[in-house]
């Protein structure tokens, strides 16, 4: 009976995920009909309307078409994921931790146009500001949106310090993990180190009295990961465990890529991150994305969140170059 359950919820999404594509082969057979129509109609009041239909009909087909070929790309059971989010500060010094608290938020706004849940689970200040790393819990079907961020972010704009006037560059590190579930990764309770320590600054309010804030190693393969974000100890050990299956999972699959001698599925680019994937000039106004070769403006409103436009692009790269690799 379970058996039969779970292929009923497996067959269930798989009908969700080609409903829009039924919609659209619909669509194109009022078209074709359109068309056929068209060229059997030789009543000269009704010629020049069918006519008109007609060419308009063509038109859309065409786009019908690009759409259908869409789903032609295998679909990535990771896209629908939750994810862990990390971002830190590069070269660059009090700059690049002020650019990584930025990019930090624009994803954080980009999230919540999405009405996704996010969970905070470490995060170090910089001393002048900004931040030196951040690691974010993401709720929602994220992967398949998130996944081309990971890389080297470069800014270039003129410090408020600067009393030259001269640009300066900075970068901070983005990945972007898919949460791994509890059949990905099998963690033994044996395996684990888990410390707990009191959260907070140097003094007063920021100070929690209780010993909340956790830390998990992973003996055999010394990954270590903390979380003290939440005034709850069990809340703490939860986000931490996530984090730790996901960082696992992650490095299980790169040395299965490198074994096999693959790319990353699903990454444009190297999905190394250490390679530069996108610039924001400032002065300028004026975001490149490397992989696509291509330039978006109004630099305030990508960092207050409104990146949709520069992700639908990869995506579509993504797709156009994994429907190219299967001629």
Not at 49 to 55: L, S
Request: net charge negative; aromatic share 4%; charged share 30%.
């Amino acid at each position: 009976m379970h058996g039969d359950r779970a292929k009923l919820t497996t067959l269930g999404k798989r009908l969700k995920q080609l409903e829009p594509l039924i919609a659209l082969l619909a669509e194109y057979d009022e078209c074709e009909k359109a068309i056929a129509f068209a060229g059997q109609t030789h009543e000269p009041e009704l010629k020049a309307m069918a006519d008109e239909e007609a060419a308009q009909a063509k038109v859309r087909e065409e786009q019908l078409l690009k759409e259908m070929r869409a789903f032609l790309v295998p679909v990535d059971p990771m896209d629908q994921r939750n994810v862990i989010l990390e971002v830190r500060a590069g070269t660059g010094g009090e700059e690049a931790a002020l650019f990584a608290s930025e990019l930090l938020r624009m994803y954080l706004r980009y999230a919540e146009q999405k009405k996704w849940k996010t969970d905070l689970i470490s995060k170090a200040d910089a001393e002048a500001g900004g931040i030196k790393e951040a690691v974010v819990r993401i709720e929602g079907p994220a992967f398949g949106e998130w996944k081309f961020e990971s890389g080297v972010h470069r800014v270039q704009r003129i410090p408020s310090t600067e009393k030259m006037g001269r640009v300066h560059t900075s970068a901070a590190t983005v990945a972007v993990l898919p949460e791994a579930e509890d059949v990905d990764v099998t963690i033994r309770p044996q395996d684990l180190r888990i410390d707990t320590y009191r959260s907070g600054g140097a003094g007063g309010q920021n100070v929690n009295k209780v010993e909340s804030a956790i830390r998990i190693t992973h003996i055999p393969t010394n990954t270590v990961v903390a979380c003290q974000t939440e005034r709850s100890q069990l809340r703490n050990r939860e986000l931490a465990m996530q984090l730790l299956r996901s960082r696992i999972y992650e490095a299980e699959q790169e040395r299965l890529s490198k074994e096999r001698g693959e790319m990353r599925a699903g990454q444009i680019g190297s999905g190394d991150r250490s390679e530069k994937i996108r610039t924001y000039n400032f002065p300028q106004d004026r975001v490149t994305d490397h992989r696509l070769g291509e330039n978006f403006s109004n630099l305030p409103g990508i960092m207050e969140g409104n990146i949709g436009p520069i992700i639908t692009a990869l995506r579509e790269k993504d797709a156009q170059d994994r429907l190219e690799a299967q001629k």
